[in-house]
Nanobody, 124 residues
Framework: QVRVEESGGGLVQAGGSLRLSCAVS????????MGWFRQIPGKEREFVAG????????YYGDSAKGRFTIARDNAKDTVYLQMNSLKPEDTAVYYC?????????????????WGQGTQVTVSS
């Protein structure tokens, strides 16, 4: 049984930073590509960032480019999303997901395991 668990969300002022963590248990993290998505009620889940199993390839959604950084530590079975220069429009529930194809896809349906999400709220 694979478990994906996010942490690190919270309330931050605009311009501030947060680092989200995603712990994977049940199977070795290095088997998976990993991704971060976010969702606002009533809207579709939006791709934020993805990283290949090796960490050599990273991908970012337009809203994340230049402000967010995805990284992984396979030894710790953990993926991180460093978010800087946060804006009120970044407010959402952030989800971490594992992709058995190991690629870190931008497509939500290609992910096999999802966490429960962590709320990020950016105040103006």
């Amino acid at each position: 049984q694979v478990r994906v668990e996010e942490s690190g969300g919270g309330l931050v002022q605009a311009g501030g930073s947060l680092r989200l963590s995603c712990a994977v248990s049940g199977r070795t993290l290095s088997r998976y590509g990993m991704g971060w998505f976010r969702q606002i009620p009533g809207k579709e889940r939006e791709f934020v960032a993805g990283i290949s199993w090796s960490g050599l390839s990273t991908y970012y959604g337009d809203s994340a480019k230049g402000r967010f950084t995805i990284a992984r530590d396979n030894a710790k079975d953990t993926v991180y999303l460093q978010m800087n220069s946060l804006k009120p429009e970044d407010t959402a529930v952030y989800y971490c997901a594992a992709d058995l194809n190991r690629a870190g896809s931008q497509i939500a349906s290609e992910y096999d395991y999802w966490g429960q999400g962590t709320q990020v709220t950016v105040s103006s």
